[in-house]
């Protein structure tokens, strides 16, 4: 999606909060900026709260509005992931939009093109390359439930990235319950492809009259276009659209067809959410509704929809698209005058790609928050997706992986082993040697399926637990050049077939 940077420095003035319509609920991120930013009358905020990592700088062209003057990148080509995360309610349904205007900040003269995640979802590919070419920004959107009580939104390298990706601005904005609740967001998420309001040849219509700063495009084409002449209210539509992408229509004269090819781009072979908004825009009188078909590339969308003053929405969770969207409408006969359509909505289905199982989650966030010097990509799923999990961290399959594996020898990594290592059930190696660790070492009783434990070249003291001994599947053990102190358990000691490692250590000769 791009809009034009002229329009929104536009759309920019007054920088002034609008007093009368609240800011929407949630997070409006000035991406790289040091102070907050004003767009439309909405306030955005610098984004160091939520990232800890990638560089700050800003776009040296001219003429640019001020959200898009300052962008955060990540020239870290070891991370597998750049994470942004947000507090959230779980169960709660969002809108994210994110924007990208390249501005030539790296002075390669074209705009990197890499992946966009959420969760551990990946949601799409950002390639701004058309879009900067002829003097836009872009943006992108997606509608999502929250599945835990933190929300992850990351970049991620790909095949075709050759420099640092980068963004311009994140929003995270709550939705009420009900907006396109008709979809099971346990399962998919929405990723926008089109919104529109017809017959407008005007400004983009957001906020303060789309109270979720919804983006809705302006579109015309060869049909007539109609303005409003009644009282238009909202109150009824399902989704909320604003009340002024009813101040016009396109429409097509008595008995006449009306035949809208929209969006003005092919579509790629997938299952969409489309949704059509209608309202009998003609002044009250002895005429004020209107009955016609409704069909989308070829197949009936809606029979005998009949359209009023008060208006009506129509939707179809499931439908599928390829190629041009043609929408056509067939009036009824007896209709002295044209079918008319207001506005519109595209999304595709997007099927959620998974979360690694919660116990996990919450073991691995304990980690993160216990040591330092981590990999810079350990924010987000720790698993997923596949080829954008946390360096180190090794995974089963499934659309709820566990972690089998652990791995950051020689990381540099510093502080305590917290004891809910042990709730790694699933893990068969934990190999951190070579860091700077101290504390003791947890008890680990409950890791049936651990195999290697190597834990040497740190700075671990007190006793070698017990419970080392008796893992079942334990192989190998090593504790080499630590600060241990007492005897090797008798248990761990006289363990057939394993490899244990324990000088240089201050351990007694004998065996408990």
């Not at 003053?309 to 929408?327: A, H, K, R």
């Not at 082993?417 to 860091?435: E, H, M, Q, R």
Request: net charge neutral.
């Amino acid at each position: 999606m791009c809009i034009p940077l002229v329009l929104l420095w536009l759309l920019s003035i007054p920088f002034l909060i609008n007093a009368a319509i609240p800011q929407p609920k949630g997070f409006l991120l000035n991406c790289g900026g040091p102070e907050f930013t004003a767009k439309n009358g909405l306030k955005y905020i610098p984004d160091h709260s939520h990232i800890f990592v990638g560089n700050v700088t800003s776009v040296k062209k001219p003429d640019v509005l001020p959200l898009l003057k300052t962008l955060r990148y990540f020239p870290d080509t070891a991370s597998r992931k750049y994470c942004y995360t947000f507090p959230v309610i779980k169960g709660g349904k969002f809108l994210i939009r994110t924007t990208y205007y390249y501005g030539d900040f790296d002075g390669k003269k074209e705009p990197p093109v890499f992946d966009q995640i959420i969760d551990g979802t990946r949601w799409s590919t950002v390639n701004t390359t058309e879009d900067y070419a002829n003097g836009l920004s872009s943006y992108y959107e997606i509608i999502i439930t929250a599945l835990a009580k933190s929300l992850s939104v990351c970049l991620a390298k790909n095949e075709h990235t050759v420099s640092s990706p980068f963004i311009s601005a994140l929003e995270v904005i709550y939705l009420k319950k009900s907006l396109y609740n008709s979809t099971d967001f346990s399962k998919h998420a929405l990723s926008m492809v089109s919104r529109a309001s017809f017959g407008s040849d005007g400004d983009i219509i957001s906020y303060p009259d789309d109270a979720y700063n919804r983006d809705w495009q302006p579109f015309m084409d060869r049909n007539v276009a109609e303005k409003s002449h009644s009282n238009i209210s909202t109150s009824g539509f399902w989704n909320s659209p604003p009340a002024k992408t009813f101040t016009t229509a396109i429409t097509a004269s008595q008995a006449q067809t009306l035949t809208v090819k929209w969006p003005p781009f092919t579509l790629p072979d997938s299952l969409y959410y489309v949704a059509f908004y209608f309202q009998e825009s003609r002044s009250p009188g002895p005429f004020s509704w209107r009955v016609f078909d409704v069909s989308v590339n070829g197949k009936v969308f809606y029979e005998n929809l009949n359209v009023t003053t008060t208006g009506v929405s129509v939707y179809s969770t499931e439908w599928p698209l390829d190629g041009q969207v043609e929408i056509v409408m067939n009036p009824r006969r007896d209709m002295p005058v044209g079918p008319l359509i207001n506005a519109g909505e595209i999304f595709q289905i997007l099927p959620l790609g998974g979360r690694t199982a919660t116990r996990d989650v919450k073991v691995m966030k304990k980690l993160a928050k216990g040591l330092k010097n981590l990999p810079p990509d350990w924010n987000g799923d720790p698993c997923l997706p596949k080829q954008n999990g946390w360096t180190g961290v090794t995974c089963s399959e499934g659309k709820n992986p566990r972690i089998i594996s652990l791995n950051l020898t020689s990381c540099g990594i510093s502080g305590t082993l917290p004891k809910d290592i042990a709730n790694l059930t699933a893990i068969s190696s934990v190999w951190l040697g070579g860091n700077k660790l101290y504390g003791t070492i947890p008890d680990m009783s409950s890791l049936k399926a651990l195999e290697s434990l190597r834990l040497e070249d740190n700075k671990f003291e007190g006793k070698i637990p017990q419970s080392l001994g008796e893992l079942p599947e334990l192989k190998e053990v090593f504790l080499q050049n630590n600060n241990l102190t007492g005897s090797i358990p008798y248990n761990l000691a006289n363990k057939k077939e394993i490899n244990l490692q324990v000088s240089g250590n201050n351990l007694s000769d004998g065996k408990e």
